[in-house]
């Protein structure tokens, strides 16, 4: 998965089934390649950028090692070297309680979409002190792959194990 952070772009690699850590890369800094963010969670399924707060939200995360597939971790505002929340900042995590995996995330039009096999979930950001809340916003209507959903023209749709789902303003149709 790749997004932006200004002119930095931002990536979650998958090597075959193995996920790597979040990298960062500014054609600026001329660096030839790009960077491991070192402080930043090392397993990771994928990542985007929250937007207008500017953090990056990574999926399928860890803590200790051990990848957990329906944990969400995010950084600071504004700093993407900074991942364990404190009183001060604004980093934290939250694990989705159903599901058995997460199978992807984007920025939409008002906050950010967490699929998982199951469902479809609203992370709204709310700040300190909890950050986001989470709000499950439809069921039945998990994504059935990683690329399968787009943000178009104010509406988010996406692909289900079926068929075919839209949100909108009247919720998910």
Known sequence: ??????????????????????????????????????????????????????????????????????????CDVNNYNSWIGTVTNQAGSYRIPKGSRIVGCIQGPQQGLVWTDLACWAMQYVGPPFVYSFN????????????????????????????FYKLSGEGVT
């Open 1 to 74: 998965t790749l997004d932006n952070w200004g002119e930095t772009l931002i990536a979650c690699p998958v090597n075959g089934t193995l996920y790597q850590p979040i990298v960062q890369w500014n054609p600026t800094a001329g660096a030839g390649t790009a960077n491991v963010i070192p402080e930043a969670p090392t397993l990771n399924d994928g990542i985007f950028v929250a937007m207008p707060q500017r953090q990056i939200i990574a999926w399928g995360s860890t803590f200790t090692g051990i990848q957990d597939p329906l944990l969400i971790r995010w």
């Open 136 to 163: 499950e916003i439809g069921t039945g209507c998990g994504l059935i792959a990683r690329k399968a959903a787009a943000s178009i023209a104010g509406n988010v749709y996406w692909m289900g194990p079926s068929q």
